[in-house]
């Protein structure tokens, strides 16, 4: 089945099963590959994107929920003013190790400095405590997020 969705800005057809998950939909059906699939489950956050400005697990979100939401992934975040701020922090202090979870992460902190302009840190604790990091490279999220919140 075709459905239209906005993403990045932009509508787009996507031709799937009904039922299928959005993150499914970005990766197979437009070949969006930033959006990462992890647990599957809603509980790893590496599929992480936003819709309506609200960050969402993709895996566990099925297209026709989307409906006209406007969907933005790692490939958009960019040409966001937080989105913009949040991925120079994360260059400038080398956040990424294995970098498998760091859209999700980014996905997050934008979204965390988009209702928070000045977050403390028990807000970073409790908008990032979804997203694992199988690295651990928790501390230069957080110093990165408190940079970009500069
Ligand atoms: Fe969606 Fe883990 S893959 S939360």
Same mark, same amino acid.
């Given at each position: 089945?075709?459905?239209?969705?906005?993403?990045?800005?932009?509508?787009?057809?996507?031709?799937?099963?009904?039922?299928?998950?959005?993150?499914?939909?970005?990766?197979?059906?437009?070949?969006?590959?930033?959006?990462?699939?992890?647990?599957?489950?809603?509980?790893?956050?590496?599929?992480?994107?936003?819709?309506?400005?609200?960050?969402?697990?993709?895996?566990?979100?099925?297209?026709?929920?989307?409906?006209?939401?406007?969907?933005?992934?790692?490939?958009?975040?960019?040409?966001?003013?937080?989105?913009?701020?949040?991925?120079?922090?994360?260059?400038?202090?080398?956040?990424?190790?294995?970098?498998?979870?760091?859209?999700?992460?980014? /996905? *997050?902190?934008?979204?965390?400095?988009? #209702?928070?302009?000045?977050?403390?840190? +028990?807000? &970073?604790?409790? %908008? /990032? *405590?979804?997203?694992?990091c199988?690295c #651990?490279t928790?501390?230069r999220?957080? +110093?990165? &997020?408190?940079? %970009?919140?500069?």
């Open positions: 089945m075709v459905f239209k969705i906005n993403v990045n800005g932009k509508s787009q057809n996507v031709d799937v099963e009904e039922g299928t998950p959005l993150l499914w939909a970005l990766r197979d059906g437009l070949g969006i590959l930033g959006p990462k699939f992890g647990c599957g489950v809603g509980q790893c956050g590496a599929c992480t994107v936003h819709v309506d400005g609200q960050p969402v697990r993709s895996c566990s979100l099925p297209i026709e929920a989307v409906g006209a939401g406007k969907v933005v992934t790692i490939e958009g975040i960019g040409a966001t003013a937080n989105g913009k701020k949040i991925q120079a922090a994360w260059t400038e202090l080398d956040v990424a190790q294995c970098g498998y979870c760091q859209p999700g992460q980014i /996905m *997050s902190a934008t979204a965390l400095l988009n #209702a928070t302009p000045k977050p403390a840190d +028990a807000d &970073i604790d409790a %908008a /990032m *405590s979804g997203n694992i199988r #651990a928790y501390i999220i957080r +110093a990165a &997020i408190k940079q %970009a919140s500069g």
